[in-house]
């Protein structure tokens, strides 16, 4: 079956600093993949996306690649904010029993001081 | 446009109490999922609607949980009887399906159910 394993959190950067979270997948195909955000007392926001292999996913400074042969789409970030604190959820789509169903990774909580 | 809204936000309820929640999904969304989001399990789907018919309801962890979307424009989850165990943030979130895997999910701002 398709699994998504993230880096376990929390991850606690200073303001500025540089960001890596990792993520990998397993596919029976070729799935989509996908960043998303959850701020305190909502829900999950689309970060990003890539739908084939070397696509670049990018938005709000946040980038991630989609990279077949190593199956993975790690996310980067330059320079964190404070505001950038948040649950962090890498995904994939692919063809499951006939349709298209998302699975998520458990999820990596990111902390940013001033 | 206005998103994935779901009710109630908050839900305190009795053990044993019936619980109903409820989503609209986003205009012209064929699909649904309800998930379930604890610290312990993190996020879980519990089953998935395309075109209102169910897909696969094989994550609804047991017969006291049943899902049902009468409409294109509205879902329920209901507990019957609830239990302390149920208490979590429930999520609903549609999406376009037209063929294409890459269509992202859109999320609800989730009910936050508490048992007690």
């Known amino acids: 079956g398709n699994s998504v394993t993230q880096m376990e959190g929390p991850v606690t950067l200073s303001e500025e600093a540089f960001l890596t979270i990792n993520c990998t997948y397993t596919a029976t195909g070729y799935p989509s993949l996908f960043w998303y955000v959850q701020y305190p007392g909502e829900g999950l926001q689309l970060l990003l996306k890539a739908t084939k292999a070397d696509d670049k996913g990018s938005n709000k400074g946040f980038e991630a690649t989609y990279r077949k042969e190593t199956t993975s789409f790690h996310l980067e970030k330059g320079s964190v904010q404070v505001s950038d604190s948040a649950v962090y959820f890498c995904?994939?789509?692919?063809?499951?029993?006939?349709?298209?169903?998302?699975?998520f990774g458990r999820g990596t909580s990111l902390i940013v001081h001033p | 446009d206005a998103g994935v809204i779901q009710s109630p936000r908050h839900e305190v309820t009795e053990m044993g109490q019936e619980v109903t929640l409820r989503c609209k999904p986003i205009?012209?969304?064929?699909?649904l999922f309800w998930y379930r989001q604890t610290m312990m399990r993190g996020l879980e789907l519990l089953i998935y609607f395309n075109n209102n018919v169910p897909i696969d309801d094989s994550g609804m962890p047991e017969d006291r949980f049943s899902a049902k979307m009468p409409n294109a424009s509205f879902s329920t989850l209901k507990i019957q009887p609830s239990e302390p165990r149920d208490s979590a943030v429930y999520f609903c979130a549609s999406s376009l399906v037209s063929g294409t895997k890459n269509q992202p999910q859109h999320f609800g701002d989730g009910t936050r159910l508490s048992i007690l």
């Open positions: 995904a994939l789509s692919d063809l499951t029993g006939g349709s298209y169903i998302p699975t």
């Open positions: 205009s012209g969304h064929n699909s």
